[in-house]
């Protein structure tokens, strides 16, 4: 069974900082791309950020450029969310997901975490 398990989340005010982390267990799998996702209470899942792992290609959301930086280790078997300057609209449960393309979409992601509650105070 794969599982990827995401770590990292917490209670933190406006203006924080948290940095999400993302491992596989069980099963080993080798995606093309892995992406964060996130949800809110009474909203669609939507898109944080994604990484091509063959090239660490990025992309963001336009809600997070500049605030979330998404990146690798260096054997590309982990995968970070670096969250600065949070914002009480970032309170969601973040996912991690794997997938076989680089893509903006949840529809392309093979493989889901369990999601890591991130709560920001103002």
């Known amino acids: 069974q794969v599982q990827l398990v995401e770590s990292g989340g917490g209670l933190v005010q406006a203006g924080d900082s948290l940095r999400l982390s993302c491992i596989s267990t069980g099963r080993t799998i080798s995606p093309a791309a892995m992406g964060w996702f996130r949800q809110a209470p009474g909203k669609e899942r939507e898109f944080v950020a994604t990484?091509?792992?063959?090239?660490?290609?990025?992309s963001h959301a336009d809600s997070v450029l500049g605030r979330f930086t998404i990146s690798t280790d260096n054997g590309k078997k982990t995968v970070y969310l670096q969250m600065n300057t949070l914002k009480p609209e970032d309170t969601a449960t973040y996912y991690c997901?794997?997938?076989?393309?680089?893509?903006?979409?949840?529809?392309?992601?093979?493989?889901w975490g369990q999601g890591t509650q991130v709560t920001v105070s103002s």
């Open positions: 997901a794997a997938g076989a393309r680089f893509s903006v979409y949840d529809r392309n992601y093979d493989y």
């Open positions: 990484i091509m792992l063959s090239t660490g290609v990025t």
